[in-house]
């Protein structure tokens, strides 16, 4: 059984910041190891489409972000604690979403949405302008 559970989500203003965690619990994790694991932050805004906001890779913690966070998201992992980081400044209403952790096993910053194995339930972010 494999856990991703996100917290950290709020109410903030623009310009402000929030940083987003991510724990992974479960046999999964402990039997491959959470090291082999590529993880990502999705978001999805109403009527909207989910979007990758950033990866970091599982063999060498390269990451990767998407054009509209990059320069204000910094993604980042503890590899002993299990854990996934999401650390957003200059938030601005567009930003506004239910953001989500994802897992994938020797993934990379090229997979689709769809092909990560396993997802968070998602925390809420609201940043008001």
Known sequence: QVQLVESGGGL???????RLSCAASG???SSYGFSTYHMGWFRQAPVKE????????????????ADS???RFTISRDIAKQMVYLH?????PE???VYYCAAARYGN?????NEYEYWGQGTQ?????
């Open 12 to 18: 903030v203003q623009a310009g402000g910041s929030l």
């Open 27 to 29: 046999r999964t994790f």
């Open 50 to 65: 989910r979007e990758l906001v950033a990866t970091i890779n599982w063999k060498d913690s390269r990451t990767y972000y």
């Open 69 to 71: 966070v990059k320069g």
């Open 88 to 92: 957003m400044n200059s938030l601005k």
């Open 95 to 97: 930003d506004t979403a």
């Open 109 to 113: 910053a090229r997979l689709s949405a």
């Open 125 to 129: 972010v609201t940043v008001s302008s």
